[in-house]
């Protein structure tokens, strides 16, 4: 059902069953809900990943007896349906040119035109698996693997923050400046990680994105408002 | 004002206590390498224990002071100069505005802390001072210091009580060999019985790869059952990595907050002072401990600071509570033990809430 490990002197890892699936990555969303509303004294950050949960704590004041009763109380009931509807949160995106570096080999590696290719992209949600690599930089994945390709053979040694990025069933998106790999399917206006906001996070483990093409004047219409603070990224609940 | 600095050194950041509670966001925890000596630091200038202060690395800044301040130098022995003379170190002293601090090459240990009464003057960044250089936030526009930077006092200080008191001694241990107690985990199953015996028996170098990020080692290649992946999981500061080659990766202050690759065992944290003090060419032997030990360490060394700042930092007795506005009433005896009030009390802009509860009379 799930195993228990000592990470270090301060922390516990929950694993569950060792795949990347949606259905094992919402018990563990499910368990760190379930923990966070105990507030067990002494425990500190939960961090949730594809398939474990690591748990803070803070050996002078946590009773370790307890979490770990918690723990296994919290697995034996796990109940995924009282999880809270999922966000999908819209991610606008410009397929074009200089911001899209990538799209016309896309194309030409799948044998699609670069209209089926943006289509194909923006047509089914993505699952926030996690966040991590650099701050609000989220792992998503869909079901289906609507590409073939993955890495390039010889990664870029630096990319603008604001590019998708795919590979397989991958979708991320870069937060800031950096190396990568994986081929630029288009650019978004919005940020990932805005540090002038309170909660810098445009996205937290366990949602759902969605992204929407934009031309140019509307990339560039979002980008002013992302840059004054304004913008609102679009949100709904996911249906079923 | 505060200090200007007229030469940053190779790495020099400011640290606070670290970033936390936005590691599920992929933010790096940060904070200082030798959390011990920074706190020290900090007790000793009579601050709160996780107070901004400066890390310098290898090789120190040059600070000029603009205005008068008391400060403590502890980690390793940079033998710093105040205006040209050597200053003791482990110890307050009064600087006056003008005076220049220069931090020279360290002597042992890999990292210095300067503390300041009242602490320095950066922004909160989600709740912390401390710079993450990886991920450009935090501190001094999310960067090591560079020469002309000015740095303000949060609340500067000219005088402190005890002030012949305030000092400690808290040296750098000598030589070049170095255990680090280990908890083994949480993926040792992924090594075979000769990996581990490897990993648990034979010296490891710390090569030059060394940063706030990680220390990368070398020596002999610690066998796994398959290969070094797993599927990305959580990290915490004190990991050890081993990827496919064999050999291994200490995470530290700034290390990403998830990671694919096998982790045989977790630096105890009463230990991650002894690494963040290496330097390259120091030599490394891991011995594995239970948890409950790891513990017991852990609380002897908050004890040793707890005597080090209620010697130092403990109110007079004659002092005035400063809460007496909100002190509960007194309850007759008959209600023993009193009601639970909870209080919320804000601390370097972090909510904590407390409860407090008459159990006797």
Same mark, same amino acid.
């Given at each position: 059902?799930?195993?228990?490990?000592?990470?270090?002197?301060?922390? =516990?890892?929950?694993?569950?069953?060792?795949?990347?699936?949606?259905?094992?990555?919402?018990?563990?969303?499910?368990?760190?809900?379930?923990?966070?509303?105990?507030?067990?004294?002494?425990?500190?950050?939960?961090?949730?990943?594809?398939?474990?949960?690591?748990?803070?704590?803070?050996?002078?004041?946590?009773?370790?007896?307890?979490?770990?009763?918690?723990?296994?109380?919290?697995? /034996?009931?796990?109940? =995924?349906?009282?999880?809270?509807?999922?966000?999908?949160?819209?991610?606008?995106? &410009?397929? @074009?040119?200089?911001?899209?570096?990538?799209?016309? @080999?896309?194309?030409?590696?799948?044998?699609?035109?670069? @209209?089926?290719?943006?289509?194909?992209?923006?047509?089914?949600?993505?699952?926030?698996?996690?966040?991590?690599?650099?701050?609000?930089?989220?792992?998503?994945?869909?079901?289906?693997?609507?590409?073939?390709?993955?890495?390039?053979?010889?990664?870029?040694?630096?990319? %603008?923050?604001?590019?998708?990025?795919?590979?397989?069933? =991958?979708?991320?998106?870069? %937060?800031?400046?950096?190396?990568?790999?994986?081929?630029?399917?288009?650019?978004?206006?919005? &940020?990932?990680?805005?540090?002038?906001?309170?909660?810098?996070?445009?996205? /937290?483990?366990?949602?759902?994105?969605?992204?929407?093409?934009?031309?140019?004047?509307?990339?560039?219409?979002? /980008?002013?408002?992302?840059? =004054?603070?304004?913008?609102?990224?679009?949100?709904? @609940?996911?249906?079923? | 004002?505060?200090?200007?600095?007229?030469?940053?050194?190779?790495?020099?950041?400011?640290?606070?206590?670290?970033?936390? $509670?936005?590691?599920?966001?992929?933010?790096?925890?940060?904070?200082?390498?030798?959390?011990?000596?920074?706190?020290?630091?900090? *007790?000793?200038?009579?601050?709160?224990?996780?107070?901004?202060?400066?890390?310098?690395?290898?090789?120190?800044?040059?600070?000029?002071? #603009?205005?008068?301040?008391?400060?403590?130098?502890? $980690?390793?022995?940079?033998?710093?100069?105040?205006?040209?003379?050597?200053?003791?170190?482990?110890?307050?002293?009064?600087?006056?505005?003008?005076?220049?601090?220069?931090?020279?090459?360290?002597?042992?240990?890999?990292? #210095?802390?300067?503390?300041?009464?009242?602490?320095?003057?950066?922004?909160?960044?989600?709740?912390?001072?401390?710079?993450?250089?990886?991920?450009?936030? $935090?501190?001094?526009?999310?960067?090591?210091?560079?020469? $002309?930077?000015?740095?303000?006092?949060?609340?500067?200080?000219?005088?402190?009580?005890?002030?012949?008191?305030?000092?400690?001694?808290?040296?750098?241990?000598?030589?070049?060999?170095?255990?680090?107690?280990? *908890?083994?985990?949480?993926?040792?199953?992924?090594?075979?019985?000769?990996?581990?015996?490897?990993?648990?028996?034979?010296?490891?170098?710390?090569?030059?790869?060394?940063?706030?990020?990680?220390?990368?080692?070398?020596?002999?290649?610690?066998?796994?059952?398959?290969?070094?992946n797993i599927i990305s999981d959580g990290m915490v500061t004190g990991a050890i990595q081993v990827p496919t080659s064999g050999l291994p990766i200490i995470m530290l202050a700034e290390r990403q907050t998830v990671g694919g690759y096998t982790k045989i065992a977790t630096v105890i944290t009463a230990d991650l002072p002894v690494i963040g003090q290496c330097r390259p060419g120091d030599v490394i032997r891991f011995q594995s401990v239970p948890v409950s030990q790891a513990h017991q360490l852990w609380r002897e060394m908050q004890n040793r600071l707890n005597t080090l700042d209620q010697t130092l930092n403990a109110p007079a007795p004659q002092a005035q509570p400063s809460v007496q506005a909100h002190q509960p009433p007194v309850y007759p005896e008959t209600t023993l033990p009193g009601p639970v009030r909870r209080y919320r009390i804000t601390v370097n802009g972090k909510v904590y809430e407390t409860s407090i509860q008459v159990v006797s009379q």
């Amino acid at each position: 059902m799930y195993t228990l490990h000592d990470v270090g002197d301060q922390a =516990l890892l929950v694993e569950f069953e060792n795949e990347i699936s949606m259905e094992v990555n919402r018990k563990v969303v499910a368990l760190k809900r379930a923990l966070e509303e105990q507030r067990l004294p002494g425990i500190g950050e939960l961090i949730p990943t594809y398939r474990s949960l690591v748990i803070h704590y803070d050996p002078l004041t946590a009773d370790l007896d307890q979490l770990k009763e918690a723990i296994d109380q919290g697995v /034996k009931h796990l109940d =995924l349906s009282s999880l809270p509807k999922s966000i999908v949160t819209e991610i606008p995106v &410009l397929y @074009e040119g200089e911001y899209a570096l990538d799209l016309e @080999e896309i194309a030409r590696i799948e044998g699609k035109t670069e @209209e089926e290719i943006i289509r194909i992209h923006s047509q089914s949600d993505y699952y926030v698996y996690m966040l991590g690599f650099a701050p609000g930089h989220p792992y998503t994945a869909r079901f289906e693997n609507p590409f073939s390709f993955k890495r390039r053979e010889t990664p870029r040694v630096r990319i %603008p923050g604001g590019s998708i990025v795919v590979q397989l069933g =991958l979708s991320d998106i870069i %937060p800031f400046d950096q190396p990568c790999g994986w081929n630029i399917i288009g650019t978004t206006p919005i &940020l990932a990680c805005d540090y002038r906001k309170k909660n810098p996070f445009l996205l /937290k483990a366990g949602q759902w994105i969605h992204h929407v093409p934009v031309d140019k004047a509307e990339f560039m219409d979002i /980008k002013r408002q992302v840059e =004054l603070g304004c913008y609102q990224p679009k949100t709904y @609940e996911k249906e079923g | 004002m505060g200090i200007v600095v007229e030469n940053p050194g190779v790495l020099t950041t400011v640290q606070d206590g670290g970033r936390y $509670g936005y590691e599920q966001f992929g933010v790096s925890p940060s904070g200082p390498m030798d959390k011990e000596s920074f706190q020290i630091a900090n *007790i000793l200038v009579g601050n709160p224990r996780d107070l901004s202060a400066l890390e310098a690395t290898m090789l120190g800044p040059t600070l000029r002071f #603009t205005q008068d301040n008391i400060i403590a130098v502890t $980690g390793g022995d940079m033998m710093p100069l105040l205006d040209e003379k050597p200053l003791p170190m482990n110890q307050a002293v009064l600087v006056k505005a003008g005076s220049v601090l220069k931090l020279r090459a360290a002597r042992n240990g890999c990292r #210095t802390y300067v503390a300041f009464a009242g602490g320095l003057d950066v922004p909160l960044v989600m709740g912390s001072r401390a710079t993450g250089v990886q991920n450009k936030v $935090g501190g001094l526009e999310g960067r090591k210091l560079a020469k $002309g930077d000015e740095i303000g006092f949060l609340a500067p200080k000219t005088s402190l009580p005890r002030m012949a008191e305030r000092r400690t001694d808290h040296p750098m241990p000598a030589g070049k060999e170095r255990v680090l107690r280990v *908890i083994l985990g949480p993926q040792d199953d992924a090594f075979t019985p000769q990996g581990m015996d490897t990993f648990l028996g034979q010296p490891y170098n710390v090569t030059n790869d060394f940063d706030r990020m990680g220390c990368r080692l070398d020596g002999p290649v610690i066998q796994h059952k398959v290969d070094g992946n797993i599927i990305s999981d959580g990290m915490v500061t004190g990991a050890i990595q081993v990827p496919t080659s064999g050999l291994p990766i200490i995470m530290l202050a700034e290390r990403q907050t998830v990671g694919g690759y096998t982790k045989i065992a977790t630096v105890i944290t009463a230990d991650l002072p002894v690494i963040g003090q290496c330097r390259p060419g120091d030599v490394i032997r891991f011995q594995s401990v239970p948890v409950s030990q790891a513990h017991q360490l852990w609380r002897e060394m908050q004890n040793r600071l707890n005597t080090l700042d209620q010697t130092l930092n403990a109110p007079a007795p004659q002092a005035q509570p400063s809460v007496q506005a909100h002190q509960p009433p007194v309850y007759p005896e008959t209600t023993l033990p009193g009601p639970v009030r909870r209080y919320r009390i804000t601390v370097n802009g972090k909510v904590y809430e407390t409860s407090i509860q008459v159990v006797s009379q």
